[in-house]
């Protein structure tokens, strides 16, 4: 069963259109992060949000995590073909009993812009 | 910079072999870990190490081995492989995450398994 629910799967666009990619969940998590893998390599982390209602942006990616902190959005504008890959989400549910919060992630993104 | 270093890169092993598969970081981090990706499944834990001489498992532990001698290095172990094993496996490291800050997790360029 997966903690972490990503939706869509994959999803193939046009070079210049918009896409969301959502990562939902039952459970509230301290932290959420957003990974981003290219064929043959590890994931490679985008950003990192913390507090409910919080957006972050990073050129044209933006970033929120919801306010209850169980799900989180992110939004590319004006896609390019660099932005190709699969996309990662990950919680981490920790506080002071537990210093090492491991990572759960969800199934992934597939995102393919072609020219 | 070498970050998280993985090898082998590709092993083709018959079921029954056993195997090492080596992990090496040089940012002195004390966070380590072994996930496996499969298609559909995301990444899933499979051992970690929170410093040196301590292990736990993750979500998917059984037919995997692991120690920690050092803080540079975690190699995990197959005892007997299988072909459920057949996976691309990341090793990842990271600064402890409470309260330090927020754990980014540096992974390996991934070490792809096939069992036969």
């Known amino acids: 069963t997966q903690l972490l629910e990503q939706s869509p799967q994959f999803l193939s666009i046009q070079e210049g259109e918009n896409l969301t990619v959502y990562c939902n969940s039952s459970s509230v998590f301290s932290s959420l992060q957003w990974y981003r893998q290219e064929p043959g390599e590890g994931p490679v982390l985008l950003v990192t949000?913390?507090?409910?209602?919080e957006v972050k942006k990073l050129k044209r990616l933006t970033f929120q995590f919801g306010d209850a902190r169980k799900d989180s959005s992110l939004h590319i504008t004006a896609a390019q073909p660099g932005d190709t890959g699969l996309y990662l989400c990950?919680?981490?549910?920790?506080?002071?009993?537990?210093?090492?919060?491991?990572?759960?992630f969800g199934a992934g993104t597939q995102v393919v812009v072609t020219p | 910079n070498a970050g998280v270093t993985q090898t082998p890169k590709f092993q083709v092993l018959k079921t029954g072999q056993s195997m090492t598969l080596q992990c090496a970081q040089d940012?002195?981090?004390?966070?380590m870990s072994w996930y496996r990706q499969d298609p559909g499944m995301g990444l899933r834990l499979i051992h970690y190490?929170?410093?040196?001489?301590?292990?736990d498992q993750g979500e998917v532990p059984n037919g995997y081995n692991v120690s920690r001698s050092t803080t540079e290095d975690f190699p995990l172990r197959l005892l007997s492989a299988a072909p459920s094993q057949t996976s691309v496996y990341f090793c990842?490291?990271?600064?402890?995450?409470?309260?330090?800050?927020?754990?980014?997790?540096?992974f390996g360029e991934g070490s792809r398994l096939t069992v036969l």
């Open positions: 190490s929170v410093g040196a001489g301590i292990t």
């Open positions: 949000v913390v507090t409910g209602g």
């Open positions: 990842a490291s990271s600064y402890p995450r409470w309260p330090r800050n927020t754990g980014e997790l540096f």
């Open positions: 940012m002195n981090h004390e966070y």
């Open positions: 990950a919680g981490a549910r920790q506080g002071p009993t537990d210093s090492w919060g491991k990572l759960q």
